[in-house]
């Protein structure tokens, strides 16, 4: 019996270390809500502290859900070019939060399982392009998964002038059409090509 309950434990055990660390942790965090620089517009957004951002399980844009100040959200988070993360955090959940520019707010979360991947929301350049796209471009893009074409659609908006953004959609529908279902070589972190990054505060929310 003694040995049973044994193998029973360790067994318990290894399961435990080979679990998927999202499936069941949960991210709790405080981080101070800031107006990005030479904006004037309606949304804000937060930095994630290091050690919180450590624990998701992808450097590149990781959907969560959970509570900011309580109020339930499904939001993705985005790379910050650095390893890290962050947040945009319009005036409808700050209202909903009682959250200011300046206040410190709170978070638990916890990545969402994969299945329960959002759908991406597909700009119009790239809506219209693959309107006209081939056949297969479309079906590939309908078969592929959300993060996958969370991936393309990063790729796209990433580019830095519109010369760039335009020639990145025409190469997303070709590649689609010969059956690519990612963007090749694209660095989801941005830590490489730095072609992703956290907004600046503005001067008198970065103290």
Known sequence: MASRRKTAGTSAKRAAATRPSHVTSRIR???????????RGTWTFLKLPDAASARLPSR?????????????????????????????????????????????????????????????????????????????????????????????????????RAETRGRRIDNACDMLDKGKRRPCCFDRSGMYGRNLSCPVAADDEAT
Request: charged fraction near 25%; hydrophobic fraction near 40%.
């Open 29 to 39: 965090f405080t981080a101070t809500l800031l107006r990005p620089a030479g904006k």
């Open 60 to 160: 590149g844009q990781t959907t969560v859900e959970g509570t900011f100040n309580g109020v339930a959200i499904q939001v993705t988070l985005d790379p910050d070019g650095e390893g890290g993360h962050w947040m945009k955090v319009d005036r409808t959940l700050r209202d909903a939060a009682g959250a200011q520019v300046g206040d410190a707010v709170t978070l638990d979360v916890a990545p969402v399982p994969p299945d329960r991947e959002p759908e991406p929301t597909v700009p119009a350049d790239l809506r219209t392009a693959l309107a006209a796209a081939s056949t297969t471009a479309r079906e590939v893009w309908a078969d592929i998964t959300p993060v996958a074409r969370r991936d393309w659609i990063q790729w796209i908006v990433s580019a830095k």
